[in-house]
């Protein structure tokens, strides 16, 4: 089959700066050197684009997994055209996409499937699936902000604003134009692209399927690392609609708690979370299927698959209770039902069915840990 015609503009965009940040911007450091302010300035431009993508583009806009209020939601779109990643309403139609259509190499718009160049970035290259560029069918809501709306408009000139008009200024205030071009600009730019990209290219090939196998997207720590908390892609993949990607407390997102905090301040509301008993549920599975993969070719297969998934049913049940028991103690707690919570019946029986499935936990981990 002919190959899609080539995206000259992009190709270009993407090979030149590429190379003023792997040849010039070296070459510079080396003969003239940046010093502290100028390499502050690019980090903190770098972290603003990069987290107007991830708490803007992605969570904000593309999941809707909270509320803005709309002074937040223009310093996202401005950063937005900043990191060059296209205007909202199209990255934005582009990921439900491929969040809809993981995978499928005929529909995803980046299927890692189709190897690590084209997840990465040959996918912008190239006019692939170029019927679907103007069809913004999926994101009727994007349609209704006013503030997505001026920002696809005038995306050219906004892009060209931020992308000139900053570098510039700092090279004027100052007092080293090149050095700015190229660290605020160029280095700064080719850094947010590509560890973006990472998020379709690399988090679908390295790390761990935590919660779920129907799609490739991985969990990897080091990722989250480069990408302001996007790294828990696994996760994410199963609970889109969740503002966190990292869950737990020691979880590298930066991007989760950029929106917490911002919620304390008022400028985020409706943060959208996924209930602990349906995380923890898809974990177990996803450690049954693991486990019993790894038994099938061992002795007594067939016995040890059957002792592992009475261990299972046995904690899912337990699960199923406490969670059960520990809602109902919680809305007990909120309309007041019961004068004295603490020193009820229902307080009882919750701690008794905590500690019975701490127990039973502590037994599934030994038993996968010695199985495995």
């Not at 070459?27 to 502050?40: S, V």
């Not at 937040?72 to 809809?100: E, P, T």
């Not at 700015?180 to 590509?194: P, Q």
Request: net charge positive.
């Amino acid at each position: 089959m002919k190959k899609p015609a080539i995206i000259w503009l992009n190709v270009t965009i993407f090979a030149v700066t590429f190379l003023f940040a792997a040849i010039v911007v070296p070459y510079r450091a080396i003969t003239h050197g940046f010093d502290i302010t100028e390499i502050t300035a690019a980090i903190v431009c770098f972290i603003y684009c990069g987290m107007s993508i991830t708490a803007g583009y992605h969570r904000l806009w593309a999941h809707k997994a909270y509320q803005a209020h709309w002074s937040l939601r223009l310093i996202f779109a401005l950063g937005g055209a900043f990191a060059l990643q296209n205007s909202i309403l199209h990255w934005s139609s582009d990921h439900r996409v491929h969040h809809k259509h993981v995978d499928n190499n005929d529909k995803d718009p980046y299927s890692a499937k189709r190897g690590f160049w084209f997840s990465h970035i040959g996918w912008m290259c190239r006019r692939y699936q170029e019927d679907r560029y103007s069809d913004y069918t999926n994101v009727r809501d994007l349609k209704k902000d006013g503030i997505v709306m001026w920002q696809h408009k005038y995306y050219v000139p906004l892009a060209l604003l931020m992308n000139f008009g900053i570098p510039i200024a700092f090279g004027l205030w100052h007092g080293n134009m090149i050095n700015s071009l190229l660290l605020l600009g160029v280095f700064r730019l080719v850094m947010n692209h590509h560890t973006t990209f990472f998020i379709n290219s690399l988090a679908h090939i390295w790390g761990k399927q935590t919660y779920t196998d129907k799609n490739t997207a991985r969990d990897n720590g080091f990722l989250a690392l480069l990408t302001f908390g996007e790294g828990y892609h696994n996760y994410h993949h199963i609970f889109e609609n969740d503002y966190r990607n990292g869950i737990r407390w020691w979880h590298f997102d930066p991007t989760k708690w950029l929106i917490k905090s911002c919620q304390w301040l008022g400028l985020t509301t409706k943060l959208r979370t996924v209930s602990e008993d349906k995380i923890e549920k898809s974990r177990l599975a996803m450690t049954l299927k693991q486990t019993k993969a790894k038994l099938i070719t061992c002795p007594n297969a067939e016995q040890s698959i059957a002792y592992l998934q009475q261990e299972y049913d046995v904690l899912i049940k337990k699960l199923n209770a406490y969670y059960q028991v520990r809602k109902a103690l919680i809305a007990a707690k909120r309309e007041q039902v019961i004068a004295d919570v603490e020193k009820s019946e229902l307080m009882t029986q919750y701690q008794e069915l905590k500690d019975r499935l701490i127990e039973q936990r502590k037994s599934w981990h030994l038993l996968t840990q010695k199985l495995a």
